[in-house]
């Protein structure tokens, strides 16, 4: 795994290994709880997974390792900060900005990043096309205003943040 983010914490063997349970659990936690959706809308002609099942089938499908998933976290509260405080969200929300957030996360980490071919595949077809996802990934990054860097105090703070809540890494 090669990064952009040239931290000695990154070094460590643990930011290679596969995230653990409780980095899943929290994970989850974080997703549910940043997007707050004004009415349950289940009228959709699709029906998405439950969002915390939905997160652990990504993250095992394509065995995320600690950086991919902690880098995707720094991502959505960047995305979060961005949104107004009382902001409501529509079905689907948070399981859009999770895809979104691992698939860049990756391409600024990795040197063979996900594409969205592999993430269709984690997904599955009948709930979103190719072109979705990339539009996804698209407006994602325009949310976030195409900013991938992550300087070192940001990156060590979220790592604290993670420690502090006993989140084994």
């Keep these: 795994m090669a990064t952009n983010l040239a931290y000695p ?13 409780e980095l899943i659990d929290f994970t989850t936690t974080s997703m549910c709880s940043f997007f707050h959706m004004s009415q349950p809308q289940r009228q959709k002609s699709h029906q998405l997974p439950d969002l915390p099942a939905f997160i652990t089938k990504i993250i095992h499908d394509l065995n995320l390792p600690v950086l991919n998933v902690v880098v995707c976290l720094i991502y959505v509260h960047r995305l979060k ?6 902001y409501e969200t529509e079905y689907g929300t948070a399981h859009r900005v999770f895809i979104s957030s691992i698939l860049v996360a990756s391409k600024y980490v ?7 071919r592999k993430m269709l595949d984690s997904v599955g077809k009948d709930i979103w096309s190719i072109k979705d996802i990339i539009r996804m990934e698209r407006a994602f990054l325009s949310f976030i205003q195409w900013d991938l860097s992550i300087d070192r105090s940001a990156f060590d703070s979220y790592l604290n943040e993670l420690r502090e809540n006993q989140i084994v890494l």
Aim: glycine share 0%.
């Design 81 to 86: 900060s961005q949104l107004p405080k009382n």
């Design 110 to 116: 990795d040197d063979v990043p996900i594409t969205a």
């Design 9 to 21: 914490a990154l070094n460590e063997h643990s930011m290679s290994k596969p995230a653990s349970a």
